[in-house]
């Protein structure tokens, strides 16, 4: 797979400060920045040597994957102090885990015998899209063999028949599944845009039969996007996934994203709080991811209550973690996905670049 030479538009300060919203003023900046400089410190003290993380999922690709993602959001890279080793450490663990047999069912899978499956193996196809580029030659190599085989899982599991027409152009658990839903759905579709844009060959076709499905997740009513169908599941935390999807394949400030950026503003107050039991930092990333690339007061209003009502909760030890959600009870899983939810501003990961003429 081609490298993506998006260096250039990289920080290659290993200490890269990021502009936050208008809104925000430079104290609360600066409380932000080091919130964040915090987590990333657990994260380098939690990893293992082997690239694994203690507790759920953390043998995961998906935990390894995330927690790299979180360093480059900050503008850190492999092989370059502070954090370089521990991005390392994440990229030969996931590296490790592809299924590279040539008999394999499904060359290049990395959903290895943890739970995760798709959901992991598109995380770590998306981690290792945005690394192409910013590793060492050895690292690239093995990248360039594994990514393309890792592209096509992803692209056959989006072709496999589907048991409800309604399903077609989604991703579910397994590979071979014959349904989709929204979750799963959104990691994919991230992962072929980066791997397009990166040079790999992904057809416009495929993006586009995923945006079909995403818009037909979505209910009418109030605008939100659900788990599977338009029925309203986990909408409070999905929304901000199919902004976000949407938003990123070309259909910027479409009606759909702006009636669903409402949606997500109604709700995020309650749904997204400290003190919900929902999938609230899975519902954060998305949230912040979404309404970033919306903008405006839609963006700046999340992220002022992000920083207010979440930087307190953060732990001694540099963590966030769920104590009302048993699914969301690993702080390492919990500390990476705030932390790419307070970077967003910091546009250091390639994925998520947005229109420069959208104000912040």
Known sequence: MKRWLFLGALAFSVAVQGAASPSVDEARKTRIDKAVENGLRFLAGSIRPDGTFDGGSGRTTALPALAGMAFLSKGYLPNRAPYGEALNRAIDYVLAQADMRPDAPFRGYFGNE??????????????????????????QKRIDQVLPHAVRVILDAQRHPKDNADHMGGWRYQPNARDSDLSC???????????????GGVPPEAIEQAVLYIKRTRRDRDGAFSYQGNGGQYAETLTGAGILCLELCGKHLAPESLAAARYVRSTYERALSPESGNYVFYGLYYSAQGLFQIGGENWTQFYDWLAESWLPKQRADGSWVNERNGSEGNPAYATAMMVLALTVPYRQLPIYQRDETVDL
């Open 185 to 199: 759905s959104g990691w994919a579709l991230m992962a072929l845009r980066s791997a397009r844009l990166n040079g």
């Open 114 to 139: 943890d739970n995760g499956r798709m959901y992991a193996h598109a995380i770590a196809t998306l981690f290792l899209s945005e690394c192409s580029g910013m590793v060492d030659e050895k690292r």
